[in-house]
Structure formats: structure tokens, C-alpha cells
Nanobody
Framework: QVQLVESGGGLVQAGGSLRLSCAAS????????MGWYRQAPGNQRELVAR???????KYADSVKGRFTISRDNAKNTVYLQMNSLKAEDTAVYYC?????????WGQGSQVTVSS
């Protein structure tokens, strides 16, 4: 089993920045991809960014150039630096990871961007 604990969400004004963190614990050997999804009210969960164990990254078009995902393998932690935030970034953000075909999720972090 893998446990994921998120931190760093909150309320910020449009144009501001936030950083989300997600620490993995438990059976963390050979974790592959880590990343973030988000879900706004009434919308489906969508991929925001992901990073492989070799640091290859992928971003949703809507966040390219504004968000940066990074990973500290020594700390088993993945980060999402979010800059130039917009009201449409408001959502619950979920950290995830994949291990041997099983997907694990964090508890979710509310990010609210006021315009």
C-alpha cells in the first residue's frame, strides 16, 4: 500500500502563486509516475501534470507555462508550483501515483483563486 499526503492548498488572488506538495509513504519502492489531477464542481477530473521516475513531464495545455511539476525522489515527494493563477484554476487538486498497475490518490487539496 502507498499513502499520499498533500499540503499547500488555499485561497489566493488571481495572478498569485501556490505550491502543492505530496509526500508518499508505505510501499514506495518502484513508484513510477507521480502527478496531479484536479476536479472543479460539475466537471470531470482532469490531468494537470505528471512526472515519470526519469523526470519526463507532461502538462495540460491550460497550465503550460504557468505550472511546474517536480519530484524529489529522496523525499518521495512531488510538487506542483502554480504561478499566474486564474479563477478557472479553482478546483480540488489530487495527487496520484502508480505502482505495479495500481493507482493511489491523495486526500485532495482545495485551491481557490479569487478574481
Amino acid at each position: 500500500q502507498v499513502q499520499l499526503v498533500e499540503s499547500g492548498g488555499g485561497l489566493v488572488q488571481a495572478g498569485g502563486s501556490l505550491r502543492l506538495s505530496c509526500a508518499a509513504s508505505g510501499d514506495i519502492f518502484s513508484l513510477s509516475v507521480m502527478g496531479w489531477y484536479r476536479q472543479a464542481p460539475g466537471n470531470q477530473r482532469e490531468l494537470v501534470a505528471r512526472i515519470s521516475s526519469s523526470n519526463n513531464t507532461k502538462y495540460a495545455d491550460s497550465v503550460k507555462g504557468r505550472f511546474t511539476i517536480s519530484r524529489d525522489n529522496a523525499k518521495n515527494t512531488v510538487y506542483l508550483q502554480m504561478n499566474s493563477l486564474k479563477a478557472e484554476d479553482t478546483a480540488v487538486y489530487y495527487c496520484y501515483t502508480v505502482k505495479i498497475g495500481a493507482t493511489y490518490w491523495g486526500q485532495g487539496s482545495q485551491v481557490t483563486v479569487s478574481s
